[in-house]
T-cell receptor
Framework: NAGVMQNPRHLVRRRGQEARLRCSPM?????VYWYRQLPEEGLKFMVY????????ESGMPKERFSAEFPKEGPSILRIQQVVRGDSAAYFC???????????FGEGSWLTVV | KNEVEQSPQNLTAQEGEFITINCSYS?????LHWLQQHPGGGIVSLFM???GKKKHGRLIATINIQEKHSSLHITASHPRDSAVYIC????????????FGTGTRLTIIP
């Protein structure tokens, strides 16, 4: 049973480009969470999704960031018109249900140059 | 003030020593998570607990709900335990909006 799979592991984007980060939850998991870890800072909650629904996006920046978890396929975190301040590690996690054990992916490191 | 506070921020110990990392939280929670982040960056969930004590190998986690305090202990520490240990408070029964501490960087010297 594969764990939470994130790709790409490392992504370099120029300012103004778009970044797409993908997360495939563990098999059987319908709850997905995205967290961001800025350099030298702690992890911060971004968004909580279930299949086809955004449950809580209170941690998402108001502009340029969006997330989806379609019926088929991975969850996508999309950052439009990236800026240097978006450089961070983005972690995805999944759980089988609310209150279940949470499993983290290996993270995607975004560098904006 | 962060809602989840960890201490110490950095800890260096000799191999074999008993390690304690503390976590205090001010938010209401239903569960407290302990996570391990290795130098490569990946995060592993060690424990999720809402009361009492849990043990896995050389790792022990305890929580006191009344005092809003949790501890992570490592017995017979080993250099491979060197990592950043993060506690996170989970609302709404353990998931959703985890609030993270800033982490404790543990270095075990052979």
């Amino acid at each position: 049973n594969a764990g939470v799979m994130q790709n790409p592991r490392h992504l370099v984007r120029r300012r103004g480009q778009e970044a797409r980060l993908r997360c495939s939850p563990m098999k059987g998991h319908s709850h997905v969470y995205w967290y961001r870890q800025l350099p030298e800072e702690g992890l911060k909650f971004m968004v909580y999704l279930q299949k086809e629904n955004i449950i809580d996006e209170s941690g998402m920046p108001k502009e340029r960031f969006s997330a989806e978890f379609p019926k088929e396929g991975p969850s996508i975190l999309r950052i439009q018109q990236v800026v240097r301040g978006d450089s961070a590690a983005y972690f995805c996690a999944s759980s089988p249900a609310q209150g279940g054990t949470i499993y983290f992916g290996e993270g995607s490191w975004l560098t904006v140059v | 003030k962060n809602e989840v506070e960890q201490s110490p921020q950095n800890l260096t110990a000799q191999e074999g020593e008993f390690i304690t990392i503390n976590c205090s939280y001010s938010v209401g929670i239903s569960a407290l998570h302990w996570l391990q982040q290795h130098p490569g960056g990946g995060i592993v969930s060690l424990f999720m607990l809402s009361s009492g004590k849990k043990k896995h190998g050389r790792l022990i986690a305890t929580i006191n709900i009344q005092e809003k305090h949790s501890s992570l202990h490592i017995t017979a520490s080993h250099p491979r335990d060197s990592a950043v240990y993060i506690c996170a408070a989970g609302s709404n029964f353990g998931n959703e909006k985890l609030t993270f501490g800033t982490g404790t960087r543990l270095t075990i010297i052979p």
